[in-house]
C-alpha cells in the first residue's frame, strides 16, 4: 500500500535517511523501533511531505501512486495522516473548529457544525477525553499525554487509509495507553494500514504488529515478528550495529 524505495533525505547538508526501503502493507500493522536520532520522526515528516527535508534520491509510492513531489495537503487527500511525535500549539485555533476544518477540506460529504459535533463527541468518549477540551485552543497548555490523546482523536475522525504514529504512546498512563490502544485497534480495518513508531514494548501488546522493523542510522537493518520486540528488550542495539 505505502512502499518507501531507496530514500536519501538530507536536512542542513546532513543526510539523515541512508537508502531506508519499506513496505506497509494492506491490512497490516507495522512497528518501526530504532534508537534516538536514527531518523524514525525523519521518515514520517517526509512521509507527509514537510518542504524542510530534501530528498535527493528514492522515491515513495501510495497504492502505485508517486507521492515523492506532493504537498501534506494532497497527500492527506489520498489518505494519509501523521500523529506527530511533538504536537505543535496553536493559540486561538479551537480543537473543535480545526478537527471540522481538516474534516471537511478531506470528505465530499460536508458536516454541519452540529452534524460534526455529534461525531466528534463520540469519538471523544471513546477515548474518554472530556466535552471541554473539546473548545480548548489546539494543544494549548494540554499535557503530555492529552496531546496524545488529541493526535489520536484526530486519527478516529479523520480515518484516513495509512496512519503513521509517532511515538504516540510516550507520556500516557497505563489507563490512557489502554483506552488509547483501543482506539487505534477500532481505527483498523482490513482495507487501511498502519505503522506505528515506538520505544516500547507496552504498546505493541494492545496494539498486535504484523511485522516489527528496526532502523538504525537511517535505514532498516532488521525485521521479522514481534518476537522481535522482545530481543530488543533483552539485547538492546548494540547487537545491530555493525
Ligand atoms: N529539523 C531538524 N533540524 C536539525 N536536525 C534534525 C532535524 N530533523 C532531524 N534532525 C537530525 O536528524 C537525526 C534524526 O532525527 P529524528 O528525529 O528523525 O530521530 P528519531 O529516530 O525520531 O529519534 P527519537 O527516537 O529520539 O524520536 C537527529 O540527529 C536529528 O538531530
Ligand atoms: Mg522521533
Known amino acids: 500500500m505505502l512502499e518507501i524505495k531507496d530514500l536519501y533525505v538530507e536536512f542542513g547538508g546532513k543526510e539523515i535517511?541512508?537508502?531506508?526501503?519499506l513496505k506497509l502493507e494492506k491490512g497490516k500493522i507495522h512497528a518501526l523501533m530504532g534508537p534516538n536520532g536514527s531518523g524514525k520522526t525523519t521518515l514520517a515528516h517526509v512521509l507527509m511531505g514537510d518542504p524542510r527535508y530534501k530528498i535527493s534520491k528514492g522515491k515513495i509510492l501510495l497504492n502505485g501512486i508517486d507521492i515523492t513531489g506532493l504537498a501534506p495537503n494532497e497527500r492527506a487527500l489520498l489518505g494519509l495522516f501523521l500523529s506527530f511525535q511533538t504536537p505543535v500549539e496553536i493559540e486561538g485555533?479551537?480543537?473543535?473548529v480545526f478537527l471540522r476544518?481538516?474534516?471537511n477540506s478531506l470528505n465530499k460529504n460536508k458536516l454541519s457544525i452540529l452534524e460534526f459535533k455529534e461525531l466528534l463527541e463520540?469519538?471523544?468518549e471513546e477515548l474518554k477525553i472530556p466535552k471541554e477540551f473539546l473548545s480548548r485552543y489546539l494543544n494549548k497548555g494540554f499535557s503530555g499525554g492529552e496531546k496524545k490523546k488529541a493526535e489520536v482523536?484526530?486519527?478516529l475522525v479523520l480515518n484516513p487509509?495509512?496512519?503513521?504514529?509517532?511515538?504516540?504512546?510516550?507520556?500516557?498512563d497505563i489507563d490512557s495507553l489502554k483506552?488509547?490502544?483501543r482506539g487505534v485497534n477500532s481505527f483498523m480495518d482490513k482495507d487501511k494500514c498502519l505503522l506505528i513508531i515506538t520505544h516500547y514494548k507496552r504498546i505493541l501488546e494492545y496494539v498486535k504488529p504484523n511485522k516489527v522493523s528496526i532502523m538504525l542510522n537511517g535505514k532498516i537493518v532488521n525485521d521479522g515478528s514481534s518476537n522481535l520486540v522482545d530481543e530488543l528488550e533483552s539485547k538492546g542495539y548494540e547487537w545491530l550495529k555493525n
Open 17 to 21: 535517511l541512508k537508502g531506508l526501503s
Open 93 to 96: 485555533v479551537k480543537l473543535s
Open 101 to 103: 476544518q481538516a474534516y
Open 122 to 124: 463520540k469519538k471523544a
Open 153 to 155: 482523536l484526530q486519527l
Open 161 to 172: 487509509i495509512v496512519a503513521i504514529l509517532d511515538e504516540t504512546d510516550s507520556g500516557l
Open 179 to 181: 483506552t488509547v490502544a
